[in-house]
């Protein structure tokens, strides 16, 4: 398992990652499977995990791989230009919010 902030294919997911082995009904093959779970955070959100197999009869890995689309409440900062005010000052005051979904309103 890799993901897409891996710098290179050799940085593998190893944490949550289970491989399984199941005899097939000829006796002389197994099937492998591999599962990996994890809890979703807002850092997941649009990234992409890979699955990479690789056998002795393949000439090269075959691979395949999900976007992520992680839905989390509001993170919301507010902003204010001047940092200080005197009376009198104009000032403005900025929301900034990020979420998935996206933030519909402001109030």
Known sequence: WVDDSAVSVDQHINNGAVVTTEPMDDGKRVTVISRLSFTP???HNNRTVT???????????????????VQF?????LSQRPRDLMEGDDA??????????QIMTYK
């Not at 690789?54 to 791989?65: F, K, R, T, V, W």
């Open 41 to 43: 955070r807002r850092t």
């Open 51 to 69: 699955c990479i197999t690789s056998n002795q009869a393949l000439s090269s890995p075959l691979q395949a791989s999900i976007s992520l689309h």
């Open 73 to 77: 409440p509001p993170e919301v900062r």
């Open 92 to 101: 403005t005051f900025v929301c900034h919010a990020d979420a998935n979904p």
